[in-house]
């Protein structure tokens, strides 16, 4: 079983930046590939980023490449979420998601654990 509790959300102009991050609770956090996910108003949930349970391996979804970074401090037991330049187009709900398999998280957006989410606004 694991927990996760995202924070670092909030409101900020366009072309700003936000760290988010993700605390994960379990001693088996290591052996999970970790994303993170958002949901605008109307919209469904979507891809974000992912990253393997080693951090050897990241992907993104082509509307953040380039501005965006996923990393992971297993010792710690967190993931994080760099945003920079970000848009209008950003603003959402971003959840932070878990799977024991990296394909769950990057291909198929059916990971095993969710976060509560948190609202990322940006103004333009």
């Known amino acids: 079983q694991v927990q996760l509790v995202e924070s670092g959300g909030g409101l900020v102009q366009a072309g700003g930046s936000l760290r988010l991050s993700c605390a994960a609770s379990?001693?088996?956090?290591?052996?999970?590939?970790m994303g993170w996910f958002r949901q605008a108003p109307g919209k469904e949930r979507e891809f974000v980023a992912g990253i393997s349970w080693s951090g050897g391996r990241t992907y993104y979804a082509d509307s953040v490449k380039g501005r965006f970074t996923i990393s992971r401090d297993n010792a710690k037991n967190t993931v994080s979420l760099q945003m920079n330049s970000l848009k209008p187009e950003d603003t959402a709900v971003y959840y932070c998601?878990?799977?024991?398999?990296?394909?769950?998280?990057?291909?198929?957006?059916?990971?095993?654990?969710w976060g509560q989410g948190t609202q990322v606004t940006v103004s333009s």
């Open positions: 379990g001693r088996t956090f290591s052996s999970y590939a």
């Open positions: 998601a878990a799977s024991n398999k990296y394909t769950n998280v990057v291909v198929t957006a059916t990971p095993d654990y």
